[in-house]
């Protein structure tokens, strides 16, 4: 009788090979969720700016606390614990206008968020202060036209409405992680 060895490498790739099967991203979930209930055009993308909107919003509240432990500038603290803050409270909002709706949210970091986020979790001191402003740099713009978009152009109105009422918060968050950029690029300019 012949035994077959399987090569540990192999062995661990099978392991990886299901586990990521049986994990699907919580934001895709919810969308292949939405896609399914919502026949219309334009209430799927009511829908789709939910999940967008819920995925950044996760992201921000976790990447706002690892500014709090990881950053060594204390503005960058100031501004995650702020971060941190509002977007708990706009997932809140956001969670309770989309149950009304019956639009399903995700409920875990996407695949692509939960990247960025263990890429500045393995950062420290100035580095992981000048990836963190970046990222939510990034995030804010991105948030920012898809909010826009969906106040002007959203099917459904109240879901129009939240929208438009939280591009000020969002354009303020964009300003003071902007200058916190530019003063952070001076100050190595400087040094």
């Known amino acids: 009788m012949k035994k077959y060895l399987i090569h540990p490498f192999l062995?661990?790739?099978f392991v990886i090979a299901i586990s990521c099967e049986s994990n699907p991203d919580?934001?895709?979930?919810?969308?292949?969720?939405?896609?399914?209930?919502?026949?219309?055009?334009d209430t799927k993308k009511d829908a789709e700016f939910a999940v967008d909107a819920a995925a950044s919003g996760m992201f921000q509240v976790q990447a706002g606390q690892l500014a709090v432990s990881n950053g060594m500038n204390p503005r960058v603290k100031e501004?995650?614990?702020?971060?941190?803050?509002?977007?708990?409270?706009?997932?809140?909002?956001?969670?309770?206008?989309?149950?009304?709706?019956?639009?399903?949210?995700?409920?875990?970091?996407?695949?692509d968020k939960r990247e960025i986020?263990?890429?500045?979790?393995?950062?420290?001191?100035?580095?992981?202060?000048?990836?963190?402003?970046?990222?939510?740099?990034?995030?804010?713009?991105?948030?920012?036209?898809?909010?826009?978009?969906?106040?002007?152009n959203g099917n459904d109105q109240d879901v129009r409405n939240w929208a438009s009422g939280k591009i000020p918060a969002l354009q303020a968050h964009l300003r003071e992680f902007e200058a916190l950029k530019d003063q952070m690029k001076n100050n190595n300019t400087v040094n």
């Open 79 to 111: 501004l995650g614990q702020m971060i941190a803050t509002d977007h708990e409270k706009l997932n809140v909002e956001l969670k309770d206008m989309a149950a009304s709706k019956n639009i399903t949210l995700p409920t875990a970091l996407s695949d």
């Open 26 to 41: 919580s934001k895709e979930v919810a969308e292949e969720t939405n896609e399914e209930q919502f026949d219309d055009r």
């Open 117 to 152: 986020y263990n890429d500045l979790s393995g950062k420290t001191g100035n580095e992981f202060d000048e990836k963190f402003v970046d990222a939510m740099v990034n995030s804010h713009e991105k948030s920012l036209d898809r909010y826009e978009d969906i106040a002007e």
């Open 11 to 13: 062995l661990s790739l």
